[in-house]
Structures are given as C-alpha cells and as structure tokens.
C-alpha cells in the first residue's frame, strides 16, 4: 500500500511538474502581408510553435494586402516592406524586426564570373532602355578593377529542427548594430557578356520591395542622373516606371517573390529583383551593387547592418535611408521591413502572442538561420524596435 501511495505521488509531482514549464495558453495567430519576410517566418515560425506552444499562420500575398488586410482588422499582424501612404488605422505600430537585401539575380549559364552593377546600368535595364546582356553600359562597368569589402565574422552555436546544436557563420557587430570592415579585395574584372536579350521580371502586384526598389533608382540616381528614372516610388512597380511597359516586349509581370524568381530561373538572359534567399533557393548568381563610396558589395546580412546604420530612425519605428551617403561596406539595396501590431482592439491573448512573437523574429530567427540573408538587428533600431513592440497591448 506504501508504494502504491508514492507512485500516485510521484505521478501528481510529474504532472504538476509539466503543467509548470508548459505555456499558460497554447493560442494562434494570423497574419499576411511581405511576401518578402517570408523565408524568414516560414523557417523560423517552427521554431516559435516549439518554444512557445503558439502556432503562427502567415499568408504572403505582398505588403500591399497585407496593409490593406491589417487596417481592415482581418488579421491579427502582418508585414510590410514599406510604410503606410494613406489609409492607415489609428490603433497601430510599426516594429522594425526584419532586415535584409535586396537581390538582384540573374540567369546566365555561360558567364562564371559575378556581374557588376551600378545604380546607372540597373535604372536603365529595369527601364527598358539596356535590352542586351552585350550593351556598351553594361561593359564599361564590368571591365577595369572593382573593390570589395571582407566583413569580420563569427562563429555561433544554435539549435538544428532535430535539437542537435550546430555551428554557423554570422557577422560580427559591435554595440551599435554596425559590422567590422577587414579589408578590401581589389578584383580586376573582365567579365564577358553574351549577345543575349534581357528579360525584366517584376512585381505585378503591389510590392513593398518593389516600392523600395524604385525607391533607390530615384535617390540613387538623382544626383548625377535624375532623368533615368524621374517618378517618386509606388507600390505597384510598373507605375514607378518611367516608361509604359505594354511597349516593352522584353517586360515580364509575375505575382510575389518566388514567382519572379522562379521566372528568372526559367529564362536565359532574365533578371529581377527579390530577397536573396529566393537567389539561393533557385540557385541564381547574385550581381554586386556599387555603393555611394565607390565600393562594389554583394548583397549580404552586413552590408545590409553597414547601410541601415548610416539611416535615421524615425519616431513611429520607420526607418528612412540616403542612398548617396557614403558608409563603407554598405549594401545600397538594404531595407528595413515591418511587422504591424494593434496597439488596442484585440484580446489580451491575442496581442500577448503577436508581441512574444516579434521579439522571437527580432532575437532569435536571424541567428537560426543566417542562410537566409537576414540581418541581426542591434543597436539603436533594437531599442526602437523592443520599445515599439511594448505598445502591442
């Protein structure tokens, strides 16, 4: 009778025990929005639901229906590349918990060696006026000495899907979020380009990235060559374009990140914009982008910390960027992208899990997975974003 009495204690004690380190609810949220950030929820909301017994439902549908979803109060959270223009609800936040490139990827079998781009050539492709891989613009920037920065790096122990801890490869940032430039490789370029026609693919829909995009051609170019590409940014790419596309045969339209770069897989000779992990998951080569400084960089989780740094956090959570500031080892095509919160008009439950949420994507999901090209957001827009994510409520 003794041991039957311990064993039946012994079961209480285990399970008081489990309901302890147990959530205190298991709830789910919704959300849609930057088709963008999805690499990175789709990793990284496994993970989430492991460690806090929420489960996290994302819709990539572009950062246009995702605003447009959050101020009708259809979901619970969602993500967008770019601020609201019009149209924002009142009750609500921007938290700034991603970061990542812009890629520009390609598909050119024959040419072993990484294209070169500047702001100039890239305005001039994706407005129709460069339609050959062979063009006199096009060879001008990829023949002569090019300098490329080397990132100081380290190395991290995380968690695998089967619990096994496994080591990868992330930048080394200081206190203020901003990465260590080593060195600088001088690369003589020569890089033969074939007679080859270009195929543009872009966002059919509206596209936070698209926004950014178009965002830099403009601020990049203003300077010394406002006329390439004159129009402010919009959402839907073919209205920032300062040409009418349908004359354009060369001009392809898909909707959202793996569409346009599972075209530019299938096409010889097409090129489009999207985040770099949708480059590695289609196995495309990625161009370096020069910088203000003269620099050629690859489109990488530093070079994104080095650009970001030299903006300024507004206010709200935002972040505005100067493409002709001169920040060594910057990656000129790096954005900030958002994740949106109620600040009132949801359950207590509800808001908890959105705001536990955020603070997993802005801690832990960079550092899981640096494959995928997002950056380790540190710093002053850490503080932002921890202090905008306090007023999920």
């Given at each position: ?213 178009a965002r830099y051609l403009k601020g990049a170019n203003a300077a010394k060559n406002p006329d390439l590409w004159p129009k402010a940014q919009s959402s839907t790419f073919i209205n920032a374009m300062p040409i009418n596309v349908s004359t354009k045969f060369n001009f392809q339209g898909a909707s959202g990140s793996a569409a346009v770069s599972a075209g530019v897989a299938g096409k010889v000779g097409a090129i489009t914009y999207s985040e770099l992990s949708f480059a590695t998951d289609n196995k495309l080569p990625t161009a370096l982008i020069k910088n203000a400084s003269g620099e050629y960089v690859a489109p990488s989780a530093a070079g994104v910390s080095a650009f970001l740094g030299g903006g300024t956090i507004n206010a709200n959570g935002t972040v505005d960027v100067d493409f002709t500031k001169k ?67």
């Amino acid at each position: 009778m003794k041991n039957r009495k311990k064993i039946v204690f012994s079961a209480i004690v285990t399970s008081l025990a489990l309901i302890s380190t147990s959530p205190a609810f298991a709830g789910a949220i919704n959300g849609s929005g930057a088709t963008f950030a999805s690499p990175l929820i789709d990793s990284c909301k496994v993970d989430f639901a492991k460690d806090s017994g929420h489960t996290v439902n994302y819709t990539a549908g572009g950062s246009s229906k995702g605003r447009s979803d959050f101020t009708a109060n259809l979901v619970d959270f969602a993500g967008s590349d770019a601020p609201y223009t019009s149209g924002a609800p009142a009750n609500f936040v921007y938290a700034p918990v991603y970061a990542a490139p812009i890629a520009i990827m390609y598909n050119l079998p024959t040419v072993k060696s990484p294209v070169y781009l500047d702001e100039a050539v890239l305005a001039q492709i994706f407005a129709g006026e460069i339609t050959n891989w062979n063009d006199p613009a096009l060879k001008t920037v990829n023949d002569g000495t090019v300098k490329v920065p080397v990132y100081k790096t380290k190395k991290i122990t995380v968690k695998d899907k089967n619990g096994k801890n496994v080591s990868k490869t992330v930048p080394a940032l200081d206190k203020n979020g901003n990465p260590t430039v080593t060195k600088y490789t001088t690369v003589e370029v020569n890089t033969n380009l074939p007679n080859l026609p270009i195929t543009v693919y872009y966002r059919s829909e509206g596209s936070g990235t698209s926004e950014n995009f178009a965002r830099y051609l403009k601020g990049a170019n203003a300077a010394k060559n406002p006329d390439l590409w004159p129009k402010a940014q919009s959402s839907t790419f073919i209205n920032a374009m300062p040409i009418n596309v349908s004359t354009k045969f060369n001009f392809q339209g898909a909707s959202g990140s793996a569409a346009v770069s599972a075209g530019v897989a299938g096409k010889v000779g097409a090129i489009t914009y999207s985040e770099l992990s949708f480059a590695t998951d289609n196995k495309l080569p990625t161009a370096l982008i020069k910088n203000a400084s003269g620099e050629y960089v690859a489109p990488s989780a530093a070079g994104v910390s080095a650009f970001l740094g030299g903006g300024t956090i507004n206010a709200n959570g935002t972040v505005d960027v100067d493409f002709t500031k001169k920040i060594p080892g910057a990656y000129s095509l790096g954005i900030t992208s958002y994740g949106l919160g109620y600040t009132s008009g949801k359950s207590a439950e509800t808001q908890k899990i959105v705001a536990e949420w955020y603070t997993y994507l802005l801690d832990k999901c960079p550092g899981k997975y640096p494959e995928k090209g997002f950056s380790q957001i540190t710093g002053a827009l850490y503080d932002k974003a921890k202090a905008q994510i306090a007023l999920i409520k």
